[in-house]
């Protein structure tokens, strides 16, 4: 039986030669739970290319999706959230924000930038859920009009990328002037005949979608993206009724009519690029 003791050196590890994997080598597909490589991910668009789920990320991964080469100028960086309310929870809100920016690297839930896309300038502003649930504070709403004045003054066509669970809450009224703030800049970037493209992406939720996310020129969304303004336990808890199946996708909200369509994030860029050049001309 020395066969099966496998004496030679290679075969027989002790557990403190073990070598693990490294962090951020290996992610898991929340749909079909299969295992995904980083890198095969990350050249799939961060779509699963077993299921074709499009998993969540940030402002970093659409930038890099985009914008030509990864190569872009980000605009006003430097915007941080105050505490006007002097809100304490179970934590005091100055403590969350300063929390939430050493987790993500973020200043808030929100990043913008100017760049190329297929040959074509486009303004950017694209929304991180994983800052405090991607909720639509002061500087969120700062950040997407003087992206929207920038479009304005360069003549840049401007998209808008939500992901979000509504307005933040520690901010109480002042975040909710952001809805009327943004939207009026909005009708300004109209009034001047430049483009306005919403992307909708899972979720976009709340304060958000009854705001910016809605007013596009074009609105159009990811494939199973979660759409809506409450969130469906609350509906269904509100009319005592069940949902219909698929309710608040990205695939219902369209037949009703609020989308003008939806677009796998791998063919995203020459679709946007193709309708960029489009207006252009």
Same mark, same amino acid.
């Given at each position: 039986m020395a066969w =099966?003791?496998?004496?030679?050196? *290679? %075969? %027989? #590890?002790t557990t403190e030669e073990k070598k693990e994997a490294p962090d951020g080598l290996w992610n898991k597909c929340p749909n079909c739970k299969k295992p995904l490589h980083q890198a095969e +991910?990350?050249?799939?668009?961060?779509v699963c290319h077993y299921c074709n789920y499009h998993l969540r990320v940030g402002s970093k991964e659409y930038f890099e999706v985009l914008f &030509?080469?990864?190569e872009f100028k980000e605009l006003f960086a430097n915007l941080t959230s105050g505490d006007p309310l002097n809100f304490n929870d179970n934590k005091p809100y100055t403590e969350r924000i300063i929390e939430s920016q050493a987790k993500t690297g973020l200043k808030d839930a929100i990043r913008a930038g100017v760049g190329k896309i297929d040959g074509q300038d486009l303004v950017i502003a694209c929304m &991180? =859920? /994983?800052f405090i649930g991607g909720s639509m504070g002061s500087v969120v709403g700062e950040k997407i009009a003087r992206s929207i004045d920038y479009s304005i003054k360069h003549k840049i066509p401007f998209l808008m990328i939500s992901k979000s669970g509504g307005a933040r809450m520690m901010e109480a /009224? =002042?975040?909710l002037m952001q809805m009327a703030k943004t939207s009026a800049k909005l009708a300004l970037l109209s009034q001047a005949k430049i483009p306005y493209i919403s992307l909708l992406t899972d979720p976009t939720t709340g304060g958000v979608t009854a705001s910016y996310a809605m007013l596009g020129d074009i609105n159009i969304a990811e494939p199973g993206a979660l759409i809506g303004f409450a969130g469906?336990?609350? %509906?269904?808890? #509100?009319?005592?009724?069940d949902l219909p199946k698929g309710f608040q996708t990205s695939e219902f909200v369209l037949e009703? *009519? =609020? +989308? &003008?369509? %939806?677009v796998d994030r791998r063919a995203m860029k020459a679709k946007l690029g193709a309708f960029i050049k489009m207006m252009n001309n």
């Amino acid at each position: 039986m020395a066969w =099966f003791k496998r004496e030679n050196k *290679g %075969i %027989i #590890t002790t557990t403190e030669e073990k070598k693990e994997a490294p962090d951020g080598l290996w992610n898991k597909c929340p749909n079909c739970k299969k295992p995904l490589h980083q890198a095969e +991910l990350q050249e799939n668009k961060y779509v699963c290319h077993y299921c074709n789920y499009h998993l969540r990320v940030g402002s970093k991964e659409y930038f890099e999706v985009l914008f &030509d080469n990864n190569e872009f100028k980000e605009l006003f960086a430097n915007l941080t959230s105050g505490d006007p309310l002097n809100f304490n929870d179970n934590k005091p809100y100055t403590e969350r924000i300063i929390e939430s920016q050493a987790k993500t690297g973020l200043k808030d839930a929100i990043r913008a930038g100017v760049g190329k896309i297929d040959g074509q300038d486009l303004v950017i502003a694209c929304m &991180d =859920f /994983a800052f405090i649930g991607g909720s639509m504070g002061s500087v969120v709403g700062e950040k997407i009009a003087r992206s929207i004045d920038y479009s304005i003054k360069h003549k840049i066509p401007f998209l808008m990328i939500s992901k979000s669970g509504g307005a933040r809450m520690m901010e109480a /009224a =002042f975040s909710l002037m952001q809805m009327a703030k943004t939207s009026a800049k909005l009708a300004l970037l109209s009034q001047a005949k430049i483009p306005y493209i919403s992307l909708l992406t899972d979720p976009t939720t709340g304060g958000v979608t009854a705001s910016y996310a809605m007013l596009g020129d074009i609105n159009i969304a990811e494939p199973g993206a979660l759409i809506g303004f409450a969130g469906p336990r609350v %509906i269904k808890e #509100t009319i005592k009724k069940d949902l219909p199946k698929g309710f608040q996708t990205s695939e219902f909200v369209l037949e009703h *009519g =609020f +989308l &003008d369509f %939806i677009v796998d994030r791998r063919a995203m860029k020459a679709k946007l690029g193709a309708f960029i050049k489009m207006m252009n001309n």
